[in-house]
């Protein structure tokens, strides 16, 4: 196809539903250019280096970046929505975000914007993420680019936020007491079908300029997909007990404490779940036709996924990955204070190629290979203080990437056979890094080095480092031997110190 040899623009490529589209186009032919804040997110991935892909660094919300990145283009995908933990108000940028873009495809003179929205009815009371998605829509459909807006309800895939909060309340509440909204009608869709309907558009004379609903045949509602799901994962019934006085803040804290969905994320979710959202025009059937999941197949294949441990993006993927620059020893001199370290290695018979599968299946089901209870106790203290917790697990049982989420961690460098680095995302009293890192000394023997440094954050971040210092020779030595058990080798010499001692910067 002629279209193919035109290289497409995605924004938000490194997002849920962006980091499915890019390798979907890249098999399909086509060349892709991808914006993402951490490019090293995507340069990871297995297709990161595909021939027909370009990085290129850069963030909606600076319209400077957004035009250089846009020239050469032919077509994009807006594929970006701030509501995240770390936005105060994700209207706001994610205004700016789209008049910023709206500047930039003019200037690039843009054949086409395809935006994925959100479903629900304009002309009632939407909720303030809704309300959101209607006013990007509007504000991209107000330039001189015209704009196919795909609007969808709840998608059903592994490792959607919608789809996550659905199989944790489900999997972990025999007895649920839910808003009054759990009989609201809805009509979700398969991510599959997403992708399919997102593609299709592109070059397609007939989506240009035009607004559609997506969604899969049946009008349904929340009640009958968590028991579709009871019944899919062999689960015995739920009792569902709607409460009306239980608000949307409510149930935000609620899916907090049983679901790895965090309240600032699952407020604006538990607010649209209230706004009945069943698609009205259904043109794009036609247009472009596909077999359409049903909810219980969309569940099923979801699963599906979840149970080999095999998820191609998450929603907890998303965002910057943190600076890490201060856990260097020899550059601690920039951060302003005491940096604690704790050092420790181990000489393992075998090489690091065949010790690393060990080290990069860390965490998730896995466990941490040694003291995992007290792994669980400081993933629930974590939560119930407002933190992430244990609960996000990982996104694949062995494969893993910078950005990725682990446990209460992420993924800030994953270079195998070398070196895997975590920055911590549980709450502190400062920062903390963890890196495990394997030198090959000959042919037999490989170093296994494991650094535990902490930043300290004022009287609080000490007390902490000290409180902690003590389980550090049990938890720690105890995963180092975990490593190489996991990995079916033999340890030469070790668990030993390199040197715990504190630098100043």
């Given at each position: 196809m002629e279209e193919q040899g035109k290289r497409i623009f995605v924004a938000g490529a490194s997002g849920y539903i962006g980091g499915r589209l890019v390798p979907r186009l890249l098999d399909a032919g086509y060349k892709v250019r991808a914006l993402a804040r951490s490019p090293q997110k995507l340069a990871a991935r297995s297709w990161g280096r595909h021939p027909n892909l370009e990085i290129a660094r850069g963030d909606v919300l600076d319209g400077e970046e957004l035009t250089r990145a846009l020239h050469g283009c032919h077509a994009a995908y807006y594929l970006v929505h701030s509501m995240n933990p770390q936005t105060s108000d994700f209207a706001v940028s994610d205004r700016q975000a789209a008049l910023n873009m709206v500047q930039a495809a003019a200037e690039a003179k843009l054949s086409q914007i395809?935006?994925?929205?959100?479903?629900?009815?304009e002309e009632g009371e939407l909720s303030h993420h809704l309300q959101s998605r209607s006013e990007v829509a509007g504000l991209l459909q107000q330039g001189e680019v015209p704009v196919t807006v795909l609007r969808a309800a709840m998608i059903i895939g592994s490792g959607s936020a919608s789809f996550e909060i659905l199989r944790y309340l489900v999997e972990r509440l025999p007895i649920m007491i839910t808003p009054r909204w759990i009989d609201t009608p809805c009509q979700p869709i398969g991510v599959r079908n997403v992708l399919h309907y997102?593609?299709?558009?592109?070059?397609?004379?007939?989506?240009?300029?035009?607004?559609?609903d997506i969604g899969q045949p049946e009008v349904t509602n929340y009640r009958r997909l968590m028991e579709i799901f009871a019944e899919e994962a062999d689960l015995p019934k739920r009792l569902i007990l709607p409460v009306p006085v239980l608000t949307p803040r409510l149930s935000s804290y609620w899916i907090h404490l049983v679901t790895p969905v965090p309240a600032a994320l699952a407020r604006p979710l538990a607010e649209g779940l209230s706004n009945p959202v069943v698609c009205r025009d259904d043109r794009i059937t036609e247009i472009l036709p596909q077999d359409l999941f049903d909810c219980r197949e969309a569940i099923r294949r979801a699963l599906d996924r979840v149970r080999q441990q095999r998820i191609e993006t998450s929603w907890s993927d998303s965002g910057l990955i943190p600076p890490a620059e201060w856990s260097q020893a020899?550059?601690?001199?920039?951060?302003?204070?005491?940096?604690?370290d704790d050092s420790r290695k181990v000489i393992i018979q075998g090489q690091a190629d065949e010790i690393w599968p060990a080290l990069a299946s860390i965490g998730g089901k896995s466990g941490w290979y040694y003291a995992n209870g007290?792994?669980?106790l400081r993933g629930i203290i974590d939560r119930l203080i407002g933190g992430v917790g244990l609960s996000r697990g990982r996104r694949d049982a062995e494969e893993i990437f910078p950005g990725d989420s682990l446990d209460f961690w992420r993924v800030v460098e994953a270079d195998r056979p070398k070196r895997l680095l975590l920055a911590a995302e549980m709450k502190l009293p400062g920062k903390?890094?963890?890196s495990l890192s394997l030198e090959q000394l000959d042919d037999e023997t490989t170093e296994l080095?494991?650094?535990a440094r902490f930043l300290p954050l004022g009287l609080s971040g000490l007390l902490y480092w000290y409180a902690v210092t003590p389980f550090h020779n049990l938890v720690f030595n105890g995963m180092l031997r975990g490593i190489a058990q996991k990995?079916?080798?033999?340890?030469?010499?070790?668990?030993?110190?390199?040197?715990?001692k504190q630098e100043t910067a």
């Open positions: 395809i935006y994925l929205s959100g479903l629900g009815e997102l593609i299709g558009c592109l070059d397609h004379p007939a989506t240009i300029g035009q607004t559609f020899d550059d601690p001199t920039w951060a302003g204070g005491s940096v604690f007290l792994w669980r903390a890094i963890l080095r494991q650094i990995s079916g080798k033999v340890i030469l010499r070790g668990p030993e110190p390199i040197g715990s």
